[in-house]
């Protein structure tokens, strides 16, 4: 499933990886663990915009396409995936 | 849309209920903070719960009705409903 | 411990009672489930709020007052109860 | 600020980078939207989990180091840094 939004994620992605190469590296220098915790909480801010971005495409691709092929079963695979996804979430 | 597990929710709902009265005593009456945090954060925990049995019964309830009537426009409802719902719990 | 804005949080908290007891009529009514998950989220925000006043409250008073008394043991004990809290949080 | 554990803390984190760029894989293989988010949640387990030993090593060093040297200014402000912390961790 190819979101629209392909390489604004991509882009996210790498600069997530580059945030969390940034906390190793805090970490390995000893510095102070409040500076480490906030960019900590900024990574997770990131993975939160990048799950909503997931989000989207998901509705926009897959839940869509499961809609258009009227499959009563691979509609219900699709919700029952969400919920969990939900639960997890929480 | 009636949950199968209705009283069992009711249940729940008019326990959290007594909590937060609780929670209004134990301010009033001046107890320690950490205390009232300590009874916050299980209210939240019991509302998590709560929220967990709504998906489920929206899911066999709600949804399932949407995709067995085949209406493809309110099978894209309930699906952007669900996710912006996923949006605003995170 | 008296926080400063006891009015303030018992009248936010008495609110929030309020707020349940609309969900439970909301469940008790079959009323739709996405509209009940809704109000839910808005009543674990409106708990939010009170939790962050409470530790407010707890900073100014409980901790301020560990931290004048000079007792490190006392200290101690707030430190460790702050990050539990925390802990139990996430 | 050194952790006791900082051997682990830089395993676990040099573990994350590789979920990270692991999802960047995902995504650009065009892999199932709920796969990827599945890892991004696993990923902001992982650092939970960082948090956690960093909030630990942050008890045992730091605060403890403004309680024993009983410079209250300071006492001050590593608890309105905590506070902050868990305001923002909500």
Do not use: F
């Not at 990131?46 to 009563?72: P, Q, T, Y």
């Amino acid at each position: 499933m190819i979101p629209d939004n392909k390489p604004k994620l991509l882009n996210r992605l790498s600069r997530i990886e580059g945030q969390v190469r940034g906390i190793t590296r805090m970490v390995d220098e000893d510095r102070y663990c409040i500076d480490v915790l906030t960019q900590i909480q900024a990574v997770r801010a990131a993975l939160a915009k990048v799950e909503s971005e997931m989000l989207k495409a998901h509705l926009g691709h897959c839940i869509e396409g499961a809609i258009v092929s009227g499959d009563k079963d691979e509609q219900r695979r699709k919700a029952s995936e969400l919920i969990e996804l939900l639960e997890r979430a929480r």
